[in-house]
C-alpha cells in the first residue's frame, strides 16, 4: 500500500508556494472531496443498475427507513432530502408517473397528503441499496473494523462541527494592494 497520495503531492507544493499557510485542514477536506467523488460514481452506479436515479432513491430510501406502510408526508421528504418542496413536488409528480409512489389523502388531516411507496419502488430501492452496500464494502477495502469504527466517529464528530458552521455572508474584504 502507498504511503503518499495525490493530496501529499498538492500539500508539498501548496508548501512550497505558500509556506506561510497552515495546511492541516486542506489535507483533511482534500481528501474527503476525492472520496465522495468516488463515493458518488459508485453509488449512481448502484442505483442506476438498479433502475433509479440518485434522487429517486434518496426519496425511496426515507419511505423504506420511515417501515411499513412505507408512507411520509412531502414535509419529511423534503427535511430528509434537504431539496426545496417545489422540487420534491416535481419528484413526487414524475415517480408517480413511473409507478414508484402515490399520493394518498392524509386520514388525520383531509387536507393534507401522503407519499406511499408502491411495491416496484420497494424493489427497485431494496436492490439499490444491496448494490450500494456491496460497493462501498468493497472501496473500505481491508480497513479492519476498529479503524473502520474510529473513522466513523471522527467523521461524526467533523459533520456535528461543520452543522454548527455558519458561513460568511456578504463580501470578502481583502487587504489594501498597498498592504500587500
Known amino acids: 500500500m502507498k504511503h503518499e497520495d495525490e493530496v501529499d503531492r498538492i500539500l508539498a507544493d501548496w508548501h512550497t508556494a505558500r509556506p506561510d499557510l497552515d495546511l492541516a485542514p486542506l489535507s483533511i477536506f482534500s481528501r474527503l472531496m476525492r472520496i465522495a467523488k468516488h463515493l458518488d460514481r459508485a453509488r449512481s452506479h448502484a442505483f442506476e443498475r438498479s433502475g ?17 406502510p412505507y408512507r411520509q408526508s412531502p414535509k419529511v421528504l423534503v427535511q430528509q432530502t434537504m431539496v426545496s418542496s417545489g422540487t420534491m ?3 413526487i409528480d414524475r415517480m408517480t408517473e413511473r409507478g414508484l409512489v402515490r399520493r394518498l389523502t392524509d386520514p388525520n388531516d383531509g387536507r393534507g397528503v401522503l ?20 460497493a462501498e464494502e468493497r472501496m473500505l477495502g481491508s480497513m479492519p473494523r476498529s479503524e473502520r469504527d ?4 471522527l467523521l461524526r464528530r467533523l459533520a456535528l462541527s461543520i452543522d454548527r458552521f455558519e458561513p460568511v455572508t456578504g463580501p470578502i474584504t481583502l ?3 498597498e498592504m500587500l
Open 150 to 153: 474510529r473513522l466513523a466517529a
Open 175 to 177: 487587504p489594501d494592494a
Open 115 to 134: 407519499v406511499e411507496m408502491m411495491p416496484l419502488g420497494q424493489t427497485l430501492v431494496d436492490a439499490a441499496m444491496t448494490r450500494l452496500s456491496d
Open 52 to 68: 433509479l436515479t440518485s434522487w429517486e432513491f434518496d426519496v425511496l430510501a426515507v419511505l423504506r427507513r420511515g417501515g411499513q
Open 89 to 91: 413536488t416535481n419528484r
